[in-house]
């Protein structure tokens, strides 16, 4: 094959001299790259890939579902998961991730553990939008990935005679409520862990 094909050639499957051991070599021959390892190699590879949890507590608050069937509740849906991740931005004990990184996941089956690995956070953030009349409730509920745990749950609710004001009202309730619950799980957190590694 010429160097400047373009094509990337297939995948091929070699046994190691042992015949247990696979190994994967792709040619990516427009790049002159070829890539030789096995693939128990490439699954540590990927792993090591996802971000580590930073220091301090962190948390995604992810896209909240419209369960109403109002196609229009997904603006105020949208806007109430910005101005909390805004308003919770604001704590300086927090990591928040950006919205755009949390936005991906909009419409989405979600597995909180897997966000969980994805974003690099240790709390992830859900909630939905319900309409009714002239009344709206959401709820939330505070869940740590990696056990999938559920810290905290709650339903705010109020009318849309003005929306903005109750997009204000919700946000100050939920990031007041958050942060304190996620400053309690992370206690009992370090309560479980073994003295060697407070």
């Given amino acids: 094959e010429s160097t400047l094909d373009t094509r990337i050639s297939s995948a091929r499957y070699a046994v190691g001299d042992c015949g247990r051991e696979q190994r994967l070599i792709r040619t990516l021959v427009r790049k002159g790259i070829?890539?030789?390892g096995s693939v128990k190699e490439m699954q540590v590879s990927q792993?090591?890939?996802?971000?580590?949890?930073?220091d301090k507590p962190s948390i995604a608050v992810l896209p909240f579902q419209?369960?109403?069937?109002?196609?229009?509740?997904?603006?105020?849906?949208?806007?109430?998961?910005?101005?909390?991740?805004?308003?919770l931005s604001r704590f300086k004990s927090l990591f928040v991730i950006a919205r755009n990184s949390t936005f991906i996941y909009k419409g989405?089956?979600?597995?909180?553990?897997r966000v969980g690995e994805e974003l690099g956070v240790r709390y992830v953030l859900e909630g939905s939008v319900r309409k009714a009349g002239n009344r709206l409730r959401i709820t939330?509920?505070?869940?740590?990935?990696?056990?999938n745990s559920h810290i905290w749950a709650d339903s705010f609710g109020g009318t849309v005679e003005d929306i903005f004001e109750l997009q204000d009202q919700i946000t100050t309730k939920v990031a007041g409520l958050i942060a304190?619950?996620?400053e309690q799980a992370e206690i009992e957190r370090a309560k479980r862990k073994l003295s060697a590694d407070l």
């Fill in 34 to 36: 070829r890539f030789v």
């Fill in 47 to 54: 792993s090591a890939a996802l971000p580590a949890l930073p």
């Fill in 66 to 87: 419209n369960i109403s069937g109002d196609a229009e509740q997904e603006y105020f849906a949208d806007g109430v998961v910005e101005d909390i991740i805004t308003a």
């Fill in 108 to 113: 989405k089956a979600i597995d909180t553990k």
């Fill in 140 to 147: 939330g509920q505070l869940i740590e990935a990696a056990t």
């Fill in 180 to 182: 304190p619950q996620i």
